[in-house]
């Protein structure tokens, strides 16, 4: 199953990416961010695409079950302060 990229752009100068992707090592689930340049932003949302151009930067981060279990415990924490369920 392939996981869509999150299009992160309603603060423009932090626009950008996460990519989820289990399984590139066993027992972890791979997390990227990718960073957009604040200036192509509009350019992604009108025309749909990105190339490498439009990439600032990228970190990847390999996180084990357990790590994964408190990302989303600490995500639900945070959507609980923000008053979302």
């Given amino acids: ?3 869509p990229k ?3 752009k ?6 950008g990416f996460v990519d989820v992707n289990p399984g ?14 604040p200036d192509r932003s509009s350019k992604i949302v009108a025309e ?3 190339t490498d151009d ?12 357990t790590q994964t279990k408190e990302l989303i415990r ?3 924490l945070a959507l609980t ?3 979302t369920k």
């Fill in 24 to 37: 590139v090592h066993d027992g972890h689930v791979n997390l990227e961010i990718w960073n957009v340049d």
């Fill in 6 to 8: 999150i299009h992160c």
């Fill in 48 to 50: 749909g695409s990105l």
């Fill in 54 to 65: 439009d990439v600032v930067a990228v970190t990847e981060i390999e996180l084990s079950v």
């Fill in 1 to 3: 199953m392939d996981f």
């Fill in 81 to 83: 302060k923000l008053g």
């Fill in 10 to 15: 309603d603060i423009s100068y932090r626009s």
């Fill in 74 to 76: 600490q995500l639900q």
